[in-house]
T-cell receptor, first 112, second 110 residues
Framework: DAGVTQSPTHLIKTRGQHVTLRCSPI?????VSWYQQVLGQGPQFIFQ???????GRGNFPDRFSARQFPNYSSELNVNALLLGDSALYLC???????????FGSGTRLTVV | GQQVMQIPQYQHVQEGEDFTTYCNSS?????IQWYKQRPGGHPVFLIQ?????EVKKQKRLTFQFGEAKKNSSLHITATQTTDVGTYFC??????????FGTGTRLTIIP
């Protein structure tokens, strides 16, 4: 079985631009979460979706948004990019909220 | 906000020595998870602890959940070079948000 897949793997954007990151969860997993990991720090929670509904939102500005599709894949959108948005963006899926998460390899976003 | 503190931040050990990382919370936890992240990699789920005083083993790794469910530890016996990485605890404070600890970065001296 394929694990959690994220695309693209790397991305370079200019300040002020918009970016869309994509995630396909493990087949059968209905919960998808997004995390931001800055170098040297632990992952920071951005969003969680379960059955296409937003179940949790972290302390990120409104420039960050996400959605989950009927096939449980998900997109993370970031508008008006700032230099500080440069990070590894991780997607994780699980069968439900009481289970361990399987992480994708992440998207490395660099804002210049 | 709610957070979990993890100590130590860094640990350098000789290959073959033991290693322990600790995770502490000021509030009672419903469960705690442990993840390992290799350098340049992504977090990989190791285990989830749910019961007070629970102890679980995975080969050379021993995980404990405190009696008061406010702390947890991960102990590695006889470390190997494959154990290199950052070990994170992670907790769900009941708000659908998995909060990661600060992590302990383990380096092995061959």
């Amino acid at each position: 079985d394929a694990g959690v897949t994220q695309s693209p793997t790397h991305l370079i954007k200019t300040r002020g631009q918009h970016v869309t990151l994509r995630c396909s969860p493990i087949s059968g997993h209905k919960s998808v979460s997004w995390y931001q990991q800055v170098l040297g720090q632990g992952p920071q929670f951005i969003f969680q979706y379960y059955e296409k509904e937003e179940r949790g939102r972290g302390n990120f500005p409104d420039r960050f948004s996400a959605r989950q599709f009927p096939n449980y894949s998900s997109e993370l959108n970031v508008n008006a990019l700032l230099l500080g948005d440069s990070a590894l963006y991780l997607c994780a899926s699980s069968p439900g909220t009481s289970y361990g998460y399987t992480f994708g390899s992440g998207t490395r976003l660099t804002v210049v | 906000g709610q957070q979990v503190m993890q100590i130590p931040q860094y640990q350098h050990v000789q290959e073959g020595e033991d290693f322990t990382t600790y995770c502490n919370s000021s509030t009672t936890l419903s469960n705690i998870q442990w993840y390992k992240q290799r350098p340049g990699g992504h977090p990989v789920f190791l285990i989830q602890l749910v019961k007070s005083g629970e102890v679980k083993k995975q080969k050379r790794l021993t995980f404990q959940f405190g009696e008061a469910k406010k702390n947890s530890s991960l102990h590695i016996t006889a470390t190997q070079t494959t154990d290199v990485g950052t070990y994170f605890c992670a907790v769900n404070f009941g708000n659908e948000k998995l909060t990661f600890g600060t992590g302990t970065r383990l380096t092995i001296i061959p």
